[in-house]
Nanobody, 126 residues
């Protein structure tokens, strides 16, 4: 089992940057694919970025490609989402998630992720 705690959310102006961190408990962190999802008001939760178990493969939603970067540190169980060139449409609650689904290098679907953090609010003002 994995417990996930996000930090680093906040309010930023359009064009600015934020760095989200997700600290994981448990000694099996490296066996999980890690992902970031987000949910804006009135919308369904959507995939943002994911990273494979060894960090060698990543996946991004088209809306964030070139602006967001996901990374992980298996020695200090943490996954980071660096968000640059933020836009008002990036405003959402961001969730860190862990997947044990071995069928995919980086699953894109929410149902593949078993463990979830509590969420961190990101607000981008125009």
């Amino acid at each position: 089992q994995v417990q996930l705690v996000e930090s680093g959310g906040g309010l930023v102006q359009a064009g600015g940057s934020l760095r989200l961190s997700c600290a994981a408990s448990g000694r099996t962190f490296s066996t999980y694919v890690m992902g970031w999802f987000r949910q804006a008001p009135g919308k369904e939760r959507e995939f943002v970025a994911g990273i494979s178990r060894n960090g060698g493969s990543t996946a991004y939603a088209d809306s964030v490609k070139g602006r967001f970067t996901i990374s992980r540190d298996n020695a200090n169980p943490t996954v980071i989402l660096q968000m640059n060139s933020l836009k008002p449409e990036d405003t959402a609650v961001y969730y860190c998630a862990a997947s044990a689904d071995s069928r995919y290098i980086v699953p894109l679907l929410e149902r593949a992720y078993t463990y979830w953090g509590q969420g961190a609010q990101v607000t981008v003002s125009s």
